[in-house]
């Protein structure tokens, strides 16, 4: 292959071995062979030189020191670049390790990933982190980052790091080491070296020097165990942002003072949703009014789904071990399920999902091609064994629900399937006041199933996307190793995006579950699976709708339309009759009979963010009528009973906002 080009640089001295590279926009230069990527940089523009921050070298991100040893295509990461952003944070997460061995001598050190929202690390450490220790963690992160710094990358023989890690009381490391780098000879680890030298084994890459990293802010820090496992050594976590620019940087940190006020976590115990209990880790308690709007998203997505051709079903919750084994979870997916054993002694888990309980009730009768799309839904919980330590509110749980559904069709029934899908998740999005963006993903690196099949589902997916008007993006190689997908991120009130519909192809499990149909040619033939939800899970999308509407519900989905308030007890008794009419007209009506002042009794109810305050005094009581206050907007008048009823029920079935 590489085939050296011909030394005929008038620079380079002719012994040189020479190597090409191609460069992103086609154009290709011949450079000495063991010329490092950033002085590729530099000879293409001083400007990019200055950019450059890692390189991608025939696909793989490599650091800017990295030798160009043959022919290849390269391109130069700027901050412009996809890999940046990671690539920047889980730098900084190596300068926040080097600041706090500095600072804290015998500090043990984890793994320090970026994350989508910026970078954590975690440390073995005596006593626990305390903010003063944050603030000046941070200063020595400034200091090495105002010396400028290289991380240096130094490659060790596999036993000789091992051995210098284990000599420095790093067993964790050693562990790393071991698990990642299993047949390797040698292993990378990087240096920033001050008056101590922080040595860290990593595979890299990072930015060329601390210098690089301006923006930059830890945040918190919470207690942590080594792999998620509390069974493991506890740890000490510390989180972290980073940015490009200052501007970035404060912007980032005032939407997450927007979002602390929002956290699902506090509205949800404020507002009385949902509450956990240590005996049922990751497990919610749906409180009265929580489940009332848990119901009515359930109720409103199967008013979605039945007119568009649904049909709900209940499958088992425990399935034999033969269905995981058909399905191929038992061997791949075991360890994320509760296994329980029946009285017979047989191995049985609980499920995870819908899906291989569907594909036996799909292959329960002979199916027609008259009967495609045939489409089920189902609400069942799912059970999930996820470790304790990533268990948090409503978003990471053992127990949930989907709004989950498997859309059977003939190959050629696909386009205009996902046509439809994509149709509804908008509808739903829309109702729900989300803006969203579609991306496709594309055929993976490792995929099963023929070329042809992938090009003529994801041509179809395209064509869906685009008869349906939407903006999407290209995942390239981002599809399921069974078939290519759609994922959507919704995007919040506070600009936050969160990946919630999904509408996946799949060829595989129809074969694993010999799922067919007959036919016009009366033979029969292999059916498609899609795989399509569109909230998600029911538990971590309310936690979404409850940080994007700050606990203030639109009237459709308020666990309580309406809080009478009477002002003295004499007018108790009207207020529970204005509450029972509410009630018989189907709306949902509280009566606050409490002792207490009006102005007491309006602030609670605002707090609570109940839409609709009724107040009921002698006048009220009087005249049959109620005064009207709105959460948002305030006094709204004097109005009948029934002229409040009609127009709380036509905001309810518009879905006002
Ligand atoms: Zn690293
Ligand atoms: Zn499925």
Redesign the pocket.
Known sequence: MASRAPAGSQDELPSMPQITVTLPDGSSRTVPAGLSVGDLAAQISPGLARAALAAVVNGRLVDLTYPLTEDASVRIVTDRSPEALPLYRHSTAHLLAAAVTALFPGAQCGIGPATDEGFFYDFVVPRPFVPEDLEAIERKMRELAAADLPYERQMWPREEAKAFFARRGEPLKVELIEEKTAGQREVSCYTIKDKDTFIDFCVGPHVPSTGRLKAFKLLSTSNAYWKGDARNQPMQRIYGTAFFSEQELQAHLAQLEEAKKRDHRKLGRELGLFMFHPWAPGAVFWLDKGATLYNTLADYMRGVLFPAGYVEVKTPILFNKALWETSGHWSHYRQHMFQVQGSEGEEMAIKA???PG?FLLYASEVRSYRDLPIRLHEQTPLHRNELAGVLSGLTRVRQFAQD?A?CFVAPDQIGEEVERLLRLVGRVYGDLGLSFQAKLGTRPEEFLGEIATWDHAESQLKAALERAGLDYTVNEKDGAFYGPKIDFDVTDAIGRKWQCATI?LDYQMPERFDLKYVGPDNREHRVV?I?RAIFGSFERFIAILIEHYAGAFPLWLAPLHAMVLPIADRHLAYGASVRDRLRAAGLRAGLDARQEKIGYKIREAQLQKVPYMLVVGDREAEAGTVAVRARSGGDQGASSVEAFIAKALDEIHRKGT
Do not use: G, L, S, Y
């Open positions: 999902m819908n899906c569907h989950d498997h996946q699976v795989h």
